[in-house]
Nanobody
Framework: QVQLVESGGGLVQAGGSLRLSCAASGRTFSTYAAGWFRQAPGKDREFVAA????????DYTDSVNGRFTISRDNAKTTVYLQMNSLKPEDTAVYYC?????????????????WGQGTQVTVSS
């Protein structure tokens, strides 16, 4: 069992930065891949970024590639999402999730555990 708690969301102006954190409980966290997803009002949840258990492989959706960076610290059982050059279209509730294995990182149905989400609002 893994419990996830996101933090770091808030209101920021376009062009600004935020760093989201996802703190995990459970001794098996270091063996899980982790991902960030987001859901804007009236839209489906979408993949943002993912990282394998050892941090060797990362993946990003095209719209955030080059602006967002996912990382993890297994000693602290925490996953991070550094978001730079934020745009109004990045406004959404951001969720972290974890899964076993390293395949199909972009599919939310593959993830076993989810956090409660943190709101990110980017003003123009």
């Amino acid at each position: 069992q893994v419990q996830l708690v996101e933090s770091g969301g808030g209101l920021v102006q376009a062009g600004g930065s935020l760093r989201l954190s996802c703190a995990a409980s459970g001794r098996t966290f270091s063996t899980y891949a982790a991902g960030w997803f987001r859901q804007a009002p009236g839209k489906d949840r979408e993949f943002v970024a993912a990282i394998t258990w050892n941090g060797v492989i990362t993946d990003y959706t095209d719209s955030v590639n080059g602006r967002f960076t996912i990382s993890r610290d297994n000693a602290k059982t925490t996953v991070y999402l550094q978001m730079n050059s934020l745009k109004p279209e990045d406004t959404a509730v951001y969720y972290c999730a974890t899964k076993m294995g390293r395949g199909r990182l972009r599919l939310d149905s593959e993830y076993d555990y989810w956090g409660q989400g943190t709101q990110v609002t980017v003003s123009s």
